[in-house]
């Protein structure tokens, strides 16, 4: 990488939209606007808030507030129950939005974007009259509640800073003019990929402050994170332009290695046979995925995890230490990973999962499950796929293939195998953090 001086020219815009899942949510209901409201994935004071408008977090309510918390510090916050559905609507719909003034290059999560300039467009002027034009085409396209922070910089990862200097609303430039003393007021967790371990991390290796790491030259970079990861910071920091940043060079099958979906059961699933039939559903959803995106998987991995007594909490506790999901709930946890060859239909998968679900911890501990997880893991594009000499006499691929055929005219659920019967409408699509759901039919998963 050249440590060259680099010209004053934007060369990425980050989009980065504010609040999304709240301000689709006040979008959606002019009532809701300029009022505190929380998004919460389920309506329980233990439960956390996933979003919270701008007038909710004037208050200190911000994501990962308790709810219970959120009420205390306003009693009249407007709550929520998320949905996946309309803020994947919303996502896709912004997109096009921003298309009218940029093209979109990259999809970082469900509400973020990233536009590539070219040409003169990179000029600072220009850079800045496209971000505008992005901001009033969200506006007037998608939605006058919809508000969104820009970040203009040389390289993608610089360009997410920026993005999350000012908010709401934002606009803000890094030239490499200006680099790296326009972010050394920044604290250590603004940089993206720096969270809360490390930083412990680096405060342990003497580094506490953004000057102390801006301060070290490029082998102290690599020294201080001990992989190839603190060289190539030491670039974007200072504006190189890097493929590293950008991702271009790497292909689908290295960048998704899994899939598959999780579910907080609902009180009625809390039992042995409510949480198979979960199971059961979130591994139908999981294969369709799967065969939808064109993979073929070898390994199938199946995550429980179960709810404590306190009585139980404290026990544990004196030998071990106690996990607490993020709705509060104290629990024990349980998974375990098959591996197969390769196969894409439900009916092969379901009895991979089935014999899983046996070697399930039996007790008293283990009577009250509140969270199950199906993964698909060890991807394989179809065209890199070999097919078995002798052809499946079961034609279960076909029958996999025809029930797609019928789920994505009706609803994924519309022809399932019956074990997940009890739990059809149970486990609907969560909210996607890390990426944009994909409408595969007439539903998003």
Request: charged share 20%; net charge neutral; hydrophobic share 40%.
């Amino acid at each position: 990488m050249s440590t060259a001086p680099q010209p004053d020219r934007f060369h990425y815009l980050h989009i980065d939209l504010n609040s999304f899942f709240a301000s689709v949510e006040q979008q959606l209901h002019e009532e809701y606007r300029g009022k505190p409201l929380a998004v919460v994935p389920t309506m329980a004071d233990t439960t956390m808030c996933i979003a919270a408008s701008y007038e909710a977090k004037a208050l200190g309510i911000k994501t990962g507030t308790q709810v219970g918390k959120a009420k205390e510090i306003c009693p009249d916050i407007i709550l929520i129950a998320g949905n996946h559905t309309e803020y994947a609507k919303y996502s896709h719909l912004i997109a096009e939005a921003v298309e009218l003034a940029c093209p979109v290059s990259h999809t970082p999560s469900i509400d973020e974007m990233v536009c590539q300039l070219i040409g003169r467009e990179q000029e600072p002027p220009r850079a800045r009259q496209i971000a505008l034009d992005i901001k009033q085409s969200i506006y007037k396209n998608a939605g006058v509640a919809l508000r969104c922070s820009i970040g203009m910089a040389p390289n993608r990862y610089l360009a997410k800073i920026a993005s999350d200097m000012q908010k709401p609303d934002g606009l803000i430039g890094l030239l490499p003019s200006q680099l790296p003393r326009a972010i050394a007021h920044l604290e250590l967790r603004d940089l993206p990929g720096v969270g809360a371990r490390t930083e412990i991390r680096l405060n342990k290796k003497g580094i506490t402050t953004m000057e102390q790491l801006l301060a070290l030259d490029r082998s102290g970079m690599r020294t201080l994170f001990d992989s190839v990861w603190g060289d190539r910071m030491y670039h974007w920091l200072r504006g190189a332009q890097t493929e590293d940043s950008t991702g271009s060079n790497v292909s689908q099958a290295e960048v998704q290695k899994s899939l598959g979906h999780s579910h907080v059961l609902a009180p009625e699933h809390r039992s042995q046979e409510g949480s198979w039939a979960v199971a059961h559903k979130l591994l139908h959803k999981s294969a369709m995925r799967l065969r939808m995106e064109h993979f073929y998987t070898g390994s199938l991995a199946v995550t429980i995890r179960y709810q404590l007594t306190r009585e139980q909490a404290e026990a544990r506790a004196a030998h071990s230490k106690v996990k607490r999901h993020t709705s509060g709930i104290k629990n024990s946890g349980w998974a375990m990973e098959a591996r197969f060859r390769d196969c894409l239909d439900t009916l092969t998968l379901l009895e991979v999962l089935r014999a899983l679900w046996a070697q399930r911890p039996q007790g008293a501990e283990f009577n009250k499950p509140f969270f199950v997880g199906v993964t698909l893991r060890n991807l394989i594009p179809e065209s890199e796929h070999q097919d078995e000499l002798f052809a499946d006499p079961n034609n279960r691929a076909q029958l996999s293939t025809t029930m797609d055929k019928l789920n994505l005219k009706y609803g994924h659920t519309t022809l399932h195998f019956a074990g997940m019967l009890p739990a059809r409408e149970s486990a609907p699509t969560r909210i996607a953090f890390t990426q944009i759901p994909v409408q595969y039919g007439v539903d998003y998963m």
